[in-house]
Structures are given as structure tokens and as C-alpha cells.
């Protein structure tokens, strides 16, 4: 069975601090990877994806992705309150190319502290 | 991105009845989605739905309890059929155009007494 695994947390961090949440997935063969933050009572809201070994920045978010190890992160710098949320990560187990088919993870809760 | 919208927001329906949930989008998408979120848990894909021919389901899913329609490319319904407690759940609909990125509707709050 193709799994997507989080912790749960929560996870808490005080304002202004790096938050680092953390995604394994178990199909080896797995070409494209999201994160989404969702807000309680809210659907989920697309934060970046990323398809390629390495490190991905957009401002205060940092996607990282290791396929060897099946392993892909999402870096908050300097955390803000308005970051508390729950954070899913999706995992496209397709083939490259074909019609997306996320595999979510059950979602890390993120809270940042004052 | 795309403007999504979902109608209703939220329900209250008895068991036994059936609910229609509508997806549009404000311009043509390729793909459409449906998910349910259950309760404190994930997003757990029901179908593609396919314009102009019948949905492609996931384990766990059947037509007859979920029917889908998509006439167009801008539009998709999902009928809760037979409702049951159980069936208490927010549904998603996503969209994706042309790439692998979807992107998500306000979804619908479905509560079955």
C-alpha cells in the first residue's frame, strides 16, 4: 500500500524561530511532492511543490527533497503566529506526466508560540 | 491558481436522503477531483471525474453511493447517496490545469443526523 506519513505533532516553535516538518513516503518511484497548509475549519491551501533533489525557496518556505531516502521537508523561517496550521504533504505516486493522484499524509499541526 | 466555488457550504440532512454537491471553476480545468475529509483525518481521494464519460473511482468507492457528473470542463457534481452518520464529512472538490498542481475548493460541511 502507498503511504504518506507525518508526524502529528503538535509541533510547537516560538515566534521567529525555524519550524521543520518532516514527510516520508514509501513508493520509491514517486516523481512529484506538495505541501499545503490548512487552516482549521479551512481547506487546504497550496504552499509550494517540488520535483528535483535539493533545496526549493520561496520566501520564508524552504522545500527540501531527498528521493534516495524518500524523505522531502518543509523549512518556516522566522515563524509567525499567522503559520499556525496544519500542514499536509502530498505525494504524486504516478507516473511523471500523467494525470496528478496526490497521496496525502495525515498532516503535521503546527503552533507558534508568543 | 483558479477560483473554485462549492454549493452548499454546509448541510444538515437526515439519513436515508441523498445531497448534490456542485463544483465550478471560473475557467476551463483539465482534471477534477473529489476528497473526503472525515473528521480529525486526511484528505482521502473518491474519484476523477472525467468530462464526458463516467468518473474513475478509488478503492473504497462506488458509483451507486457516489455518482459523479462532469458535462463540462468547468463544472462537476457529487451526490451523497443513501446517507448514513458515517457519511458526516467535509467534501472537497480540486482542480489541476493541465499540471500535476490542484488546487482546492472551500469544500462542503456535511452533517448526517
Not at chain 1, 525557496?57 to 499556525?84: H, W
Not at chain 1, 504516478?94 to 496525502?104: H, I, Q, V, Y
Not at chain 2, 455518482?67 to 452518520?85: E, G, Y
Request: charged share 15%; aromatic share 10%; glycine share 8%.
Amino acid at each position: 500500500q502507498k503511504e504518506v506519513e507525518q508526524n502529528s505533532g503538535p509541533l510547537s516553535v516560538p515566534e521567529g524561530a525555524i519550524a521543520s516538518l518532516n514527510c516520508t513516503y514509501s513508493d520509491r518511484g514517486s516523481q512529484s511532492f506538495f505541501w499545503y497548509r490548512q487552516y482549521s475549519g479551512k481547506s487546504p491551501e497550496l504552499i509550494m511543490f517540488i520535483y528535483s533533489n535539493g533545496d526549493k525557496e520561496d520566501g520564508r518556505f524552504t522545500a527540501q527533497l531527498n528521493k534516495a531516502s524518500q524523505y522531502v521537508s518543509l523549512l518556516i523561517r522566522d515563524s509567525q503566529p499567522s503559520d499556525s496550521a496544519t500542514y499536509l504533504c502530498a505525494v504524486n505516486m504516478e507516473r511523471a506526466g500523467t494525470a496528478s493522484k496526490l497521496t496525502f499524509g495525515t498532516g503535521t499541526r503546527l503552533q507558534v508560540t508568543l | 491558481s483558479a477560483v473554485i466555488s462549492q454549493k452548499p457550504s454546509r448541510d444538515i440532512c437526515q439519513r436515508g436522503t441523498s445531497l448534490t454537491i456542485q463544483c465550478q471553476v471560473d475557467s476551463q480545468v483539465t482534471m477534477m477531483f473529489w476528497y473526503r475529509q472525515q473528521p480529525g483525518q486526511s484528505l482521502t481521494l473518491i474519484a476523477t471525474a472525467n468530462q464526458g464519460s463516467e468518473a474513475t473511482y478509488e478503492s473504497g468507492f462506488v458509483i451507486d453511493k457516489f455518482p459523479i457528473s462532469r458535462p463540462n470542463l468547468t463544472f462537476s457534481t457529487l451526490t451523497v447517496s443513501n446517507m448514513s452518520p458515517e457519511d458526516s464529512s467535509i467534501y472537497l472538490c480540486s482542480v489541476a490545469r493541465g499540471g500535476e498542481t490542484q488546487y482546492f475548493g472551500p469544500g462542503t460541511r456535511l452533517l448526517v443526523l
